[in-house]
């Protein structure tokens, strides 16, 4: 598909949120080595190696697997698995609940919130050829909210879905349904635009008229191609499309 049809009959782009709109390494990088340090420190054990392993975050460059548990699962999830792996780890379920409370922190998403390019004149430009904007992700609403508020863009944004809404999260479709239903646009007039596996095969299962993969993310071109009407270098190529 030529990128200048890549919205032709498209009225509503859902837009991933981390790897799409946001660098997700600045936002999720220093947060997996930071709570593995911190794990660390509580226990006395070596678990960096046991979390990168179970986050699926490679060893030598720190980067997100696109396959792996933190490219698209939300937080409390992430923590209910590493509550169960740290208790096989330590042979206590009591050691790994305390352990996990005394560092569990979630990033912050003002301080770490790097937009990809210019979001407010991307997403102005959708808003003035007739589109409308929303946003699916498998982060939990305040951190959603606080970090489009403090790109600038809380108002160029029509409908969020996020993780603890109460919808089976990715790649089920329910979030682009529910978007779709709220909205009033039909499935097949809105475009899905992620960086992961499982934001294509929730705009897949969703019946979406367009699935758009971008490389800005945990996903590289051969991961997201089968999935994808196109590939994207980032969401900034949608202003001429």
Known sequence: MALHAALDGIDLVVFDKDGTLIDFQAMWGGWVRSLAENLELETGRPLTGPLFDLLGVDHETGLVRSHGLLAATPMARIREHLVTRLSVLLGNAFDAEAAVDAVWEAPDPIALARPIGDLGALLGALRAAGRRIAVATSDDRDPTTRT???????????????????????????????????????????????DSVADLAMGRAALAGRVIGVLTGVGDRAALEPLADLVLGSVQELATA
């Open 148 to 194: 489009l508020a403090a790109l600038g863009i809380s108002e160029l944004v029509d409908g969020i879905v996020c993780a603890d809404d109460g919808e089976p999260v990715k790649p089920a479709p329910q979030a682009v349904l529910r978007l779709c239903r709220e909205l009033g646009v039909e499935p097949g007039r809105a475009a899905v635009v992620g």
